[in-house]
């Protein structure tokens, strides 16, 4: 088995069915987990902002990671050029909680979490699990020879994060959770209807 850890601001793609992409300390950050089971491809973003705009062009064009609007698009590509197909990615985040300010003055987690939603509606991609929000540390890991992501919140042990509306063999494709708990992936109107629409029994 090979371990690829993905650090702050970083991207990784793994195609061997033995690799095991993972991320630490995810506060306000999002770790975005993209998996395409037909070809066995896998992607592991971990960013910490919302908006490249917020730098100047010559900060901005060497930390792309770093940002929603930028990491997230660059992480479809490289998974589409490893042989991943957009129709077929199942998505899995975690992160975005209100570390280290209680007041929620720069509110970072639901901006992250915000940006994400937007720039995965304009890709198309529809998110199939989530662990968002508060305020606790998070870490995950991908498994490219099963797609099984895993999560560990705090302190806590780790379990499997579950995809919400995806089939398995001889499974509901509910996986069990009502239409209120699967409309909660995400916040706004748009986006809840299309992940209803893509999620109907």
Known sequence: MSVIVVGIADCRIATEPGDVLVTYGLGSCIGLAAYDPGATVGGLLHFMLPDSALLEAEHRTGTPFKFADTGIPLLLERMSRAGA?????????????????????????????????????????????????????????????????WLREAAGPELEMPLVGVARRGEERTNGLSRPDRGRLAGDAGLRAACDRGLRV
């Open 85 to 149: 197909q957009k129709r077929r990615l199942l998505v899995r985040i975690a992160g975005a909680a209100q570390m280290m300010d209680p007041g929620g003055v720069f509110d970072i987690g639901r901006r992250n979490h915000q940006a994400l939603r937007r720039v995965l509606w304009k890709a198309g991609v529809l998110v199939h699990g989530e662990a968002v929000g508060g305020a606790i540390s998070r870490s995950v890991r991908l498994e490219i020879g099963t797609g099984r992501m």
